[in-house]
């Protein structure tokens, strides 16, 4: 649930852990970067002309194929765009440079 949305982008990654006492690297989560259930790529973008949409977002992702496990961990990452900065080209604008970013994690199994 959004209270507030920055523009940028969301990513979801997967983890497939065997060890219980085994924790989540974010090497682990890079290996399996989930695609958008649309095929639109991995990347669900923010709309860039709203960012004062608030509420519930569902989006679709593609597990890998075959994956199976009693103990994954599923990663959301949003990369904000709502801050000025240098774009790297010898310009400056919104969503350019260093942004905030945000993280969370859920325990899943996959059968």
């Known amino acids: 649930n959004f209270t507030a949305t920055h523009a940028g982008w969301m990513e979801?990654?997967?983890?497939?852990?065997?060890d219980p006492k085994q924790l989540e690297e974010q090497e682990c989560f890079d290996q399996h970067l989930?695609?958008?259930a649309d095929g639109?790529?991995?990347?669900?973008?923010m709309d860039q002309n709203d960012n004062n949409h608030q509420g519930?977002?569902?989006?679709?992702v593609k597990?890998?194929?075959g994956l199976t496990?009693?103990?994954?961990?599923?990663?959301?990452?949003?990369?904000?765009?709502n801050q000025w900065g240098d774009?790297?080209?010898g310009s400056f604008g919104m969503g350019c440079g260093a942004q905030e970013e945000y993280r969370n994690c859920a325990d899943i199994a996959i059968e």
Request: net charge neutral; aromatic share 16%.
């Open 63 to 65: 597990l890998p194929q």
């Open 34 to 36: 989930l695609e958008l």
């Open 12 to 18: 979801w990654r997967i983890c497939k852990l065997s």
């Open 69 to 81: 496990c009693d103990r994954c961990v599923m990663q959301w990452y949003y990369h904000d765009g």
């Open 40 to 45: 639109s790529g991995t990347r669900y973008m």
């Open 56 to 60: 519930v977002y569902t989006i679709d």
């Open 87 to 89: 774009c790297g080209n």
